[in-house]
């Protein structure tokens, strides 16, 4: 006969009936969704590295509140700011990687939208404007903007490269509806254009006015150094989940911040890395990140860059691209990223009043001398060799260049300074001044070139010219 079940005591009964009744504890998941730019390389701090490192799982936070927290971490690529933005509003992405004019749009999209959006960093910029420009096809007789009146030049809409070209018409004196053809096209559709001539210049954003050229068959005849505008590209938040999440955002820049230290310290190894990713020659990435570099990878809210977004608005809001008005201070917050430089123990202050390149540190491959002085330094990236050699003077590098030629060796790239602005250029594709000494200088423009040749006597030559032996003979 089977034994019957014992009855329950009341205590046991109430214990049972509370766990049947009680709701069971799930740990949160918080969704963290960015959308980045990997083509635009000048992100790639705050987007491809981060993901291809998994940099951001390393510094999400794991105690506190977060302690149970799952995180379901998701990165989408966009190859422009637009779509970014429409993700933000449709609620797919948290953050976002894009340059101040379309961060202007996607402020005023949200806040429209009734939501809201807040700029949280710099990822990489320039204070002068370099990293936009105008190219036209490699074998255009023009050399200058002031060339190109009358002609037809496309451009991303409501870019950075946009507000670029029709600052640097203004500073013509040219009218833009009349003086030139000013087109809409993205740069996947310019390169086929300025191939096959249906245009006679684009402009446009990072990497594409060194990217074109460096393939052949374009070249660069004005760089936004020229306009004296600054211009960055940076991060993005969705006000709400930053608002929820603190600190997770600042986990983000923490993250960004680590990518940036890993690009300075091998700027030639994280080349290859992007390279690989995106299809953006390696040499070209490291026009960028590499020292001395077209733009400064900089984390800090310089007063530039603030007006920067000022006059993206108020641009934007001129050509009836944005509606109603944005509070510029209050879109910008940079208390997260003074946040993340605290956690890391960094100096945001000291940060901020830096305006530096990433500083070269290195001998002189021919004479083994420390370089001093870099306002003509040169660099040459030679295959099968890990680090890109400097040289104190383009004249060394272009007397290396031979030895390597006769050595059978092949050369990557041939990178120079630009001798006024300082702007690192594709050295194939610069202008040189030779004095009577063999002295090189490198420009950009040809114009510049034949100025400083008046002003400090020399003769002007391309690239070919300053191969030639008879370019060192004097020395």
């Keep these: 006969m089977k034994a019957l079940p014992l009855p329950l005591t009341l205590p046991l009964r109430v214990a049972l009936l509370l766990t049947l009744t ?14 980045t730019q990997d083509t635009t390389i000048n992100t790639a701090s705050g987007g491809l590295l981060v993901r291809e490192l998994k940099l951001l ?3 999400l936070p794991r105690d ?35 340059a101040e004019f379309p961060g202007v749009l996607n402020g005023v999209a949200n806040q429209k939208a009734g939501k809201g959006s807040i700029f949280i960093n710099v ?3 320039s204070t002068l404007g370099s990293g936009n420009g105008i190219v036209v096809p490699s074998d255009s007789p023009a050399q200058s903007l002031a060339d190109l009146k009358g002609k037809t030049i496309s451009v991303p809409f409501a870019s950075t490269a946009h507000g670029m070209l029709l600052r640097a018409i203004a500073a013509q004196g040219w009218d833009p509806e009349r003086d030139v053809n000013i087109i809409t096209q993205a740069p996947e559709v310019a390169g086929p254009a300025l191939q096959a001539r249906k245009i006679d210049a684009h402009a446009d954003f990072v990497p594409f006015a060194e990217l074109f050229p460096y393939r052949g068959f ?18 993005l938040v969705q006000k709400e989940f930053a608002q929820k999440y603190p ?15 890993l690009l300075a310290a091998e700027p030639e190894k994280y080349s290859e890395l992007i390279a690989k990713v995106t299809g953006v020659e390696p040499e070209v990435n490291y026009l960028f990140h590499g020292p001395l570099g077209l733009q400064t990878r900089d984390l800090t809210w310089k007063p530039e860059y603030r007006k920067a977004v000022q006059t993206s608005f108020d641009t934007l809001k001129l050509l009836k691209r944005a509606d109603g008005d944005l509070d510029v201070n209050a879109f910008i917050d940079d208390s997260f990223v003074r946040a993340a430089f605290k956690a890391e123990k960094l100096d945001y202050d000291a940060a901020l009043r830096d305006y530096a390149q990433l500083p070269l540190k290195a001998n002189d491959a021919a004479t083994g001398k420390r370089i001093d002085h870099f306002d003509r330094v040169a660099q040459v990236w030679v295959k099968g060799e890990a680090r890109v050699r400097s040289y104190a003077s ?17 050369v990557r790239a041939f990178y120079a300074q630009d001798r006024e602005s300082g702007i690192k250029l594709l050295g194939n594709q610069a202008w040189f001044t030779r004095d009577g000494e063999g002295r090189l200088n490198a420009f950009l423009l040809k114009a510049r070139a034949q100025a400083w040749a008046s002003q400090h006597g020399g003769q002007v030559i391309d690239y070919a010219a300053a191969r030639q032996p008879s370019a060192l003979a004097a020395r």
């Design 22 to 35: 009680l709701p069971v504890a799930h740990a949160e998941t918080i969704r963290v969704a960015l959308g």
């Design 57 to 59: 799982e390393k510094y």
């Design 64 to 98: 506190g509140k977060y302690k149970d927290a799952v995180y379901d971490v998701q990165w989408k690529n966009f190859t422009s700011g637009a779509p970014i933005t429409n993700e933000m509003l449709a609620g797919k992405l948290d953050f976002g990687s894009m």
């Design 123 to 125: 990822l990489s910029g």
């Design 218 to 235: 374009a070249r660069k005849i004005l760089d936004g150094a020229q306009t004296q505008t600054p211009t960055f590209h940076g991060t």
């Design 247 to 261: 600190e997770v955002v600042v986990a983000y820049l923490r993250a960004t911040i680590e990518a940036n230290r």
């Design 394 to 410: 383009p004249e060394a590098a272009v007397q290396a260049l031979g030895a390597l030629q006769r050595d059978g060796k092949e």
